[in-house]
């Protein structure tokens, strides 16, 4: 017997969770939109690529939900980021939201998580290139696998007490140090034949895979 209280999700797959100020709930699922759930009422909200005009996000599969520093929220998806005003409540797209600033091209390329960092940096992580992004100065700036990253195709971001920035790949692990001008890059990977191996500016470890899915 369904629970009387229960509520119906677009999907059952979520791909991201976040709690706002107001107790709502915000799933993101893996293809049909962004559901909120307000516990208080006890109803749930739907958002999709097909959604009226202000209420309409640019993709469906949320990957990741961040609220800024600033109070907006972003929404990480298949292409680039859905930025949600709380003051006019209506969801724009990143670029439509920042005219004035030049992104990148984030159509078809995957956002698969969004941090901010305490510099007021916002990290973008995406399957093709990691890029930051300044709410404050709304300077934006792109690394790859030639500017040290271990591969291009990044999946997890996580900035610890050093303010250091951790970027799990799908190719092994890269530390970004800020107050490190000169090597600002420290990659980790998985070695078979040996404990650790240094070569240049990379440490070659034992990670028992190079496919960094999660960092805390």
């Known amino acids: 017997t369904a629970n009387p209280k229960s509520v119906q999700l677009s999907m059952n797959i979520i791909a991201s969770v976040y709690k706002d100020d107001d107790g709502k709930i915000w799933i993101g699922t893996w293809g049909k939109g962004l559901n909120i759930y307000d516990p208080r009422t006890n109803t749930i909200s739907y958002y999709n690529t097909h959604s009226p005009a202000g209420f309409q996000i640019n993709e469906d599969h949320v990957h990741s ?13 298949r292409q680039g980021i859905t930025v949600y005003d709380p003051v006019q409540k209506r969801f724009t ?19 698969y998580k969004l941090i901010e960092d305490s510099r007021n940096n916002i990290w973008i992580a995406t399957q093709s290139g990691l890029y930051v992004f300044n709410l404050v100065t709304l300077e ?12 291009n195709s990044i999946i997890e971001l996580m900035q610890d007490d050093l303010n250091k920035i951790w970027i799990g790949t799908a190719n092994g692990l890269t530390i970004y140090d800020p107050d490190n001008k000169e090597h600002p890059f420290t990659t980790t990977r998985r ?16 990670l028992s895979n190079n496919y960094i899915n999660a960092i805390v």
């Open 191 to 206: 070695n078979e034949n040996t404990l650790s191996t240094k070569k240049g500016n990379d440490t070659y470890s034992t």
């Open 140 to 151: 934006t700036r792109s690394y790859f696998k030639t500017d040290g990253l271990a591969d």
């Open 93 to 111: 797209d990143l670029a439509v939201y920042y005219p004035t600033v030049e992104f990148p091209k984030f159509k078809d390329n995957r956002i």
């Open 65 to 77: 939900i961040l609220k800024c520093s600033n109070g907006l929220i972003f929404l990480g998806t």
